[in-house]
């Protein structure tokens, strides 16, 4: 007997969602929108997307994943979307989303990833979840990051689902998933959920999703709210949509701050600049898929322009270190004083697990120092002042002139200049982690948007390699624009081999 329109609908929604253990090729799941739309019009349940998404986290539980998994509370906001079947439906309705867990969500633990907030459990929303829960997306669970998100390995030990430690890649559990907010851009490289919430401070949500294949946004620094965020650097830090497919990312950020919709963007005539500073010293991986892209891009008619920019990497190095490590303890004190958590910064930094995290609190931020000449340590409030005086103005400045006097709409370059690293302890290295945030930290110090979209998977790691876009300051839908057709012209990547 052939099915109905509401049964074939369904079948085409669920079957993309089932656990890939019931599937030879599990198929890539449906965008948020179009699920949501078939959840409002009855076709799908609520109750059964977020059955299959617990299942699957279950099934990757080796990932590490996830912090809390709330099946009990996901379960009741999905049976209370489909109960209000024909009625108003937000644009999220009854779709599974996780969020990282430096993010309050009411009723949920948040962590922050550290053991001296693991009874923390808030009493309202972070504004940024409060909208995506207002439209009708479901909390799946909070998800795990790098400790206290002052790193991009997600080489935690505290929270461990897994039989070895530390946030797994979703393309190699031999390798990082990124950081800080690991988790959720395991969870969605693994195609748990398709949509979630991280945290960037210097490339948090851009990193992740370079390497675990999904497309995220770093938006203007000021445009989301940023309340109820355990924080690093209020000059620095914002959340930021991470997602399966660009549609989501533009959904999630519309959603965020109420911005029109927007489509795709022409490509022809558009104006790229590749600054060579943030071009250079690829591995071998990284090379070929951004060489690749560059060809399809100038046969699809994008201009791409050669930039030098050889002060950047300095004017950079005057702003980083010394505005997030002096905001890092007045901000974390004020937060832990707002939670009414009754955990101090010294009790926060004695109780971290991750060495890294732990020597970082010590011996920098509790005594606001930054390191200096030879093996000394220096004030860290001259460099701050100096950088928010005069080394901040400058970086915006250049960011502003490159824009202006190239006349390029966006800076394009490999989001990490390197695959994934090999998960492990070393992960967590001053020198893995400068590496890492090469590229995506100068953006991010200027308040400037910047879009991280898959490029392709590496020839021989068969692992994926990010691209980035920066912006003007508030040229965030232009990005999610651009990010749109590019998506389109480079494909989508497959999901990982089971």
Known sequence: MPMTLRQTLAVAATATLLPASLHAAAPEPLATGATAALVCAGHVRSEDLV????????????LNAFVTLDEAGAL??????DARQGGTCGPLAGVPIVIKDNIEVAGLPSTAGTPALKTYVPRADAPVAARLRAAGAVVLGKTNMHELAFGISGWNPTFQTGPAPGVRNAYDRRRSAGGSSSGTGAAIGARVVVAGLGTDTGGSVRIPCAFNGCASLRPTMGRYPAEGIAPISHTRDTAGPMALSMADVELLDRVIT????????????????????????????TQAVFDATLRQLRAAGVELVEIAAPTLPGLNGAVSFPIAMYEAHDDMVAYLARSG?????GQLAAAAVSPDVKGTYEALVIPRKLPGPGNTLVDTQPAYEAAMRSGRPALQALYADLFRSHRVQALLFPTVPHVAMRAGPESSSVEVFMG????????????LPGLQLPGGLGPTTSLPVGLELDGPPGSDRALVGLGLSIERLLGRLPPPRR
């Open 51 to 62: 059955r299959q998404a617990l299942a699957r986290a279950r099934a990757t539980a080796g």
């Open 76 to 81: 009741a906001a999905a049976r209370a979307q």
């Open 258 to 285: 109420g911005d029109a919709a927007v489509a795709p963007t022409p490509l022809r005539g558009v104006r790229l600049g590749l600054v060579k500073e943030l071009v250079a010293g690829l591995d071998a991986d």
């Open 341 to 345: 958590s009754g955990v101090t910064i």
């Open 436 to 447: 890492a945030i090469r590229n995506t930290d100068p953006g991010s110090n200027a308040g």
